[in-house]
């Protein structure tokens, strides 16, 4: 079994930065993508961003971040990053990372739905402060 173990969370004031990082260990598995979700209080979990672990890797971002979080991964580490710039209150919220350990879909497709991943961590909680 992959545990994922988040971290980098914490309080920031709207407009400020922080980043986040995510350690995969355990029983080694393939990766095909490495994504982050968050879940805000009395929201559903929700897909912020993604990175394909071989090749380019190719990113895919919500709407609702793209300009202002970066995701990166560093292969040799296992480690997935998440940039967070121009933080705002609403970007508060519990922020998971998730393992999707092979491809399922033909042609160009990102994977952004919680059911179509494997493992997650625990999450790492982000306050951005007004």
């Known amino acids: 079994q992959v545990q994922l173990v988040e971290s980098g969370g914490g309080l920031v004031q709207a407009g400020g930065s922080l980043k986040l990082s995510c350690v995969a260990s355990?029983?080694?598995?393939?990766?095909?993508?490495r994504s982050w979700f968050r879940q805000a209080p009395g929201k559903e979990r929700e897909f912020v961003a993604t990175v394909l672990w071989t090749g380019a890797a190719d990113t895919y971002y919500a709407d609702s971040v793209k300009g202002r979080f970066t995701i990166s991964r560093d292969n040799a580490k296992n480690t997935v990053y998440l940039q967070m710039s121009s933080l705002k209150p609403e970007d508060t919220a519990v922020y998971f990372c998730?393992?999707?350990?092979?491809?399922?879909?033909?042609?160009?497709?990102?994977?952004?739905?919680?059911?179509?991943?494997?493992?997650w961590g625990q999450g790492t909680q982000v306050t951005v402060a007004a």
């Open positions: 998730a393992t999707k350990h092979s491809r399922t879909h033909a042609g160009v497709y990102y994977y952004t739905y919680i059911h179509e991943y494997d493992n």
């Open positions: 355990g029983r080694s598995s393939s990766t095909y993508a």
